[in-house]
């Protein structure tokens, strides 16, 4: 007869390797992938603003905007919008839709439905591991007018259900001397 716990120190063992086989089979998250959520990120930007413009329900594609694009309700999110001086960060999903749609009563004056036409990034460094990404650098929003405004960005992403979302977004306009 076996010894009982001769055969759960087998199980586990056969567990801790299985699982170390699969954390060196997994690949680690590209490049590629991180500038195209950046892409997706910035297309959801035009896409609220254009829902806004055309007067439909720009808050239902915020709201899938940040669903879709950050990792709220996964874990912890650390938002830094560019625009805000009062509520300086968004932890919650309801303050981030507040700063992207804006809301009456508050510094927020809706950054997503500002009529940007198009989103262009210049990464500084993008760096990856198995189930993380960061990204930092500029990226530039094209106004109604065609103007493009220079804003200094850090994301950070996590690996969820296959796709990146974002847990760590921090924006601000660049220094500029008095």
């Known amino acids: ?27 680690p998250i590209s490049e590629q992938t991180v500038i195209d959520a950046q892409k997706t990120w910035g297309e959801g930007i035009v896409a609220i603003s254009k829902v806004h413009a055309d007067g439909g329900d720009y808050a239902a594609r915020a709201k899938e905007h940040i669903n879709d694009l950050y990792a709220y309700g996964e874990t912890d999110v650390m938002f830094k919008p560019t625009l805000a001086a009062e509520d300086q960060f968004r932890e919650t999903f309801d303050e981030a839709l507040s700063y992207f ?44 007018d065609g103007d493009e405004t220079k804003v200094e960005y850090t994301f950070g992403y996590v690996l969820v259900d296959g796709g990146l979302k974002i847990n760590l977004h921090h924006s601000s306009l660049p220094f500029s001397p008095e």
């Open 1 to 27: 007869m076996r010894n009982p716990l001769h055969c759960v120190l087998s199980a586990a063992s056969g567990l801790a390797l299985a699982a170390v086989a699969a954390s060196a089979a997994a690949e």
């Open 101 to 144: 749609i804006g809301q009456d009563g508050t510094e927020d004056k809706g950054f997503a439905i500002s009529g940007w036409t198009n989103v262009r990034w210049e990464s500084n460094g993008i760096h990856t591991d198995d189930d993380s990404a960061m990204a930092m650098g500029n990226y530039y929003f094209t106004g109604p």
